[in-house]
């Protein structure tokens, strides 16, 4: 059996094959190599259900002939095969359909060194599968120690240790590697006439900055026990307190219709509002794929163009789409940085914290809604419409008061950032979305 490749080995087999391709009739030619190592373990009520190992690698291209384009892959690096492989894409790109808006990105003269990013950590390599499957069993056995908990959903441990190549004909040339790992725990709670769940997790770069299982499986159990005995409201309209998890969810929906892709195919109500005011001034939002040892951080997209800050919303106003080099050709501007090999993704897209303390919005409520999960779609990118099935506590003179259920939540994206009255200190990056709590002036929360 030939021995693994090395990191240079690859890199040099990335530009290899970008040279042939163009020997043999591409015009443009992107190659990317993938190399990793995962691990997941779930557990439940004590024992393992799933038990995943294994190393994977693979070669992916892009070629780029008279405007058309054709795409390849294989895990099989055999030099022999992949140069067959490009031949075979060559022939089919020749078949395909002229775009053109179909390009690689130009060489760009600004770079970022991976190791400034802090986003490998190599203690996540050495963990042994006894410590990982130790972890996710001892999260559910505390959550399950105290005696209002009636079941478990399970318990899980995830680990990712891979590296990224890429070269392509313009003269690019990167790899960096990144780490991840998570601990997660599900739980449920009451009978079966009043039964409630939910979950908590934490995601990192570094094993260090892991919250530990005392800590996860507490918050689960908290977050899972406080919707215990819920109550049915009125439908009315009424003050809409978001947590930091609902306004991630929030922000997903915002980030999807701020997509290029979504811009050029009118499929969002954003499309035409550059410079418009979008939101409350107290909203800034911003995509940045820089800071350091946050789980949406690399050097540089999926195409090679050098990782950036965004600022999309500015004290309300829409200053950026978020664009791969597609979109950007398409729509006339310059990419951010967000191609994820299938079209445009997040970096770090967060709305920066504000200044008061989650206890102080709530305190803030007379009456409303603190909102801690939502079901179902119901989200129309091409008007902004939501309408989610959701669960909350009800606030009753600025304190929590009981939970609730049963209730539907409406409203329209635009208008919901317009009415953003405080936002939060909280704000906490536990992925690639986040954002801190945020109170709405007013939203229908539909009941009985």
Not at 148 to 153: A, E, F, P, V
Not at 357 to 380: M, Q, V
Not at 403 to 421: A, D, F, H, M, Q
Request: hydrophobic share 35%; charged share 25%; proline share 4%.
């Amino acid at each position: 059996m030939k021995p693994a490749p090395r990191t240079d080995d690859l890199l040099s087999l990335a530009d290899r094959m970008v040279r042939y391709g163009r020997a043999n009739g591409a015009d443009e030619i992107e190659v990317s190599v993938g190399d990793g190592t995962e691990f997941s373990v779930d557990v439940r009520l004590g024992e393992i259900e799933n038990l995943v190992e294994a190393g994977s690698r693979s070669l992916g291209l892009r070629v780029i002939k008279e405007e058309k384009t054709a795409y390849a892959s294989s895990s099989d690096l055999e030099e022999n095969t992949l140069k067959r492989l490009i031949r075979n894409a060559v022939r089919r790109a020749a078949l395909s359909s002229r775009d053109e808006f179909s390009a690689l990105p130009r060489l760009s003269s600004r770079s970022v060194d991976p190791a400034s990013l802090s986003i490998y950590d190599p203690e996540i390599g050495r963990l042994d599968s006894k410590t990982k499957i130790g972890l996710a069993l001892e999260t559910e056995r505390i959550a399950l120690s105290d005696a209002r908990i009636t079941n478990s959903h399970g318990a899980s441990f995830i680990t990712n240790d891979g590296e990224a190549v890429l070269a392509n004909s313009n003269g690019f040339t990167g790899r960096f590697q990144k780490t991840y790992c998570s601990l997660s725990v599900g739980l449920q709670a009451g009978d079966t006439n009043d039964r409630v769940e939910d979950f908590w997790f934490s995601s990192q770069i570094h094993f260090r900055t892991l919250e530990p299982p005392e800590q996860i499986a507490r918050t689960a159990v908290e977050r899972t026990v406080r919707q215990l005995r819920p109550r049915k409201i009125k439908t009315q309209k009424v003050p809409v307190v978001f947590e930091p998890m609902m306004t991630a969810g929030l922000l997903g929906f915002l980030f999807s219709c701020a997509a290029g892709t979504a811009i050029y195919q009118k499929s969002s109500f954003l499309v035409g509002k550059l410079g418009q005011r979008i939101a409350g001034e107290a909203i800034t939002i911003v995509d940045d794929g820089l800071l350091p040892a946050k789980l949406g951080t690399s050097p540089f997209d999926a195409e090679g163009v050098p990782s950036r800050r965004t600022v999309v919303v500015q004290k309300g106003i829409l200053k950026s789409y978020l664009c791969n080099t597609y979109a950007a050709r398409k729509l006339k501007l310059k990419s951010t940085g967000n191609a994820d090999g299938g079209g445009v993704g997040p970096n770090n897209f967060y709305l920066e914290p504000g200044p008061h303390a989650p206890a102080d919005i709530i305190r803030s409520c007379e009456k409303g809604l603190l909102l801690i999960r939502t079901l179902g779609h119901g989200l129309n990118p091409v008007t902004g419409d939501i309408s989610r099935g959701a669960f909350g506590l009800w606030i009753e003179g600025g304190e929590i008061a009981y939970p609730v259920s049963e209730i539907t939540i409406s409203g329209n994206l635009g208008e919901i950032l317009k009415n953003v009255e405080m936002v939060g200190s909280d704000l906490e990056f536990r992925g690639s979305i986040c954002g801190p709590t945020i109170k709405v002036a007013e939203m229908m929360v539909a009941g009985t």
